[in-house]
């Protein structure tokens, strides 16, 4: 089907059970980026989504056997973002996503994945941290699927988010489908504020309200950036994005 006749998703749809289906129609179809990485090579990429209108990315990734593919993402866009990423891994393949997103006002945030562990001995490691102030909404659903046959694949997702006001709503779903044995699958989910104890030590300690917030913030969006070949470009967008939040 020509992309361009593809039908606009509805609320039917599990991926897009939470979008602003107004804003994406202004950009749809998005646009898919395809990534393969061949086999016994690593490659990395990180993206930033802070534009200034609605945003909707999917990228396509396919790791051969042995192949290794690191991906950062920070999606802070000013109404509508969407991050879409499909992952096939090969034997032995080993796949890194660390992603961030930051939103305030009304603005609706999503990143959604999709990771099938094709064959055996493959790695998948998923680390999401959302931070969501006003009345903005950020969304993670994330599905790993096990192949039959993957056996000894390791996969993980880490997916939590902070609000900074009961006004805000996040969205989380990290899903597992195993078709094989000896395999070690896990994840996690965590929504809440933050630690008003830890708050109260760092101002013990002289640091103002503000400062003291902020650094706790910084270090929980850090989680998703550590080890990246862009980390202080990605700590640096996001520490910008997170002051017009505070």
Same mark, same amino acid.
């Given at each position: 089907?020509?992309?361009?006749?593809? @039908?606009? /998703?509805?609320?039917?749809?599990?991926?897009?059970?939470?979008?602003?289906?107004?804003?994406?129609?202004?950009?749809? @179809?998005?646009?898919?980026?395809?990534?393969?990485? @061949?086999? +016994?090579?690593?490659?990395?990429?990180?993206?930033?989504?802070?534009?200034?209108?609605?945003?909707?990315?999917?990228?396509?990734?396919?790791?051969?056997?042995?192949?290794?593919?690191?991906?950062?993402?920070?999606?802070? +866009?000013?109404?509508?973002?969407?991050?879409?990423?499909?992952? %096939?891994?090969?034997?032995?393949?080993?796949? %890194?996503?660390?992603?961030?997103?930051?939103? +305030?006002?009304?603005?609706?945030?999503?990143?959604?994945?999709?990771?099938?562990?094709?064959?055996?001995?493959?790695?998948?490691?998923?680390?999401?941290?959302?931070?969501?102030?006003?009345?903005?909404?950020?969304?993670?659903?994330?599905?790993?699927?096990?192949?039959?046959?993957?056996?000894?694949?390791?996969?993980?997702?880490?997916?939590?988010?902070?609000?900074?006001?009961?006004?805000?709503?996040?969205?989380?779903? @990290?899903?597992?489908?195993?078709?094989?044995?000896?395999?070690?699958?896990?994840?996690?989910?965590?929504?809440? &504020?933050?630690?008003?104890? +830890?708050?109260?030590?760092?101002?013990?300690?002289?640091? /103002? /309200?503000?400062?003291?917030?902020?650094?706790?913030?910084?270090?929980?969006?850090? &989680?998703?950036?550590?080890?990246?070949?862009?980390?202080?470009?990605? %700590?640096?967008?996001?520490?910008?994005?997170?002051?017009?939040?505070?």
């Amino acid at each position: 089907m020509n992309a361009a006749a593809l @039908p606009l /998703p509805t609320r039917k749809d599990e991926g897009y059970r939470y979008a602003d289906l107004a804003a994406l129609e202004t950009v749809w @179809p998005a646009a898919v980026q395809v990534v393969r990485v @061949p086999a +016994g090579e690593s490659a990395a990429l990180s993206l930033i989504a802070d534009g200034n209108g609605p945003e909707a990315r999917e990228i396509a990734v396919t790791l051969e056997d042995g192949a290794t593919f690191d991906l950062r993402l920070l999606n802070a +866009g000013a109404a509508y973002g969407r991050i879409g990423v499909t992952v %096939t891994l090969g034997k032995g393949a080993d796949f %890194t996503l660390g992603a961030a997103q930051l939103g +305030g006002g009304a603005q609706t945030l999503e990143v959604v994945t999709e990771v099938t562990h094709a064959h055996p001995d493959a790695q998948s490691r998923q680390i999401v941290r959302s931070v969501l102030g006003g009345h903005a909404t950020g969304t993670y659903l994330g599905r790993v699927a096990v192949a039959r046959g993957a056996i000894g694949t390791d996969a993980e997702q880490s997916v939590r988010a902070m609000l900074l006001d009961r006004t805000a709503t996040a969205n989380a779903r @990290p899903e597992l489908e195993i078709f094989a044995d000896d395999v070690k699958c896990a994840h996690g989910c965590a929504v809440g &504020e933050l630690d008003a104890q +830890g708050l109260f030590y760092l101002q013990s300690r002289g640091l /103002p /309200p503000a400062d003291a917030k902020k650094l706790m913030l910084q270090a929980f969006i850090a &989680e998703a950036f550590v080890g990246a070949a862009d980390e202080d470009a990605l %700590t640096q967008a996001a520490l910008k994005a997170l002051e017009g939040l505070l």
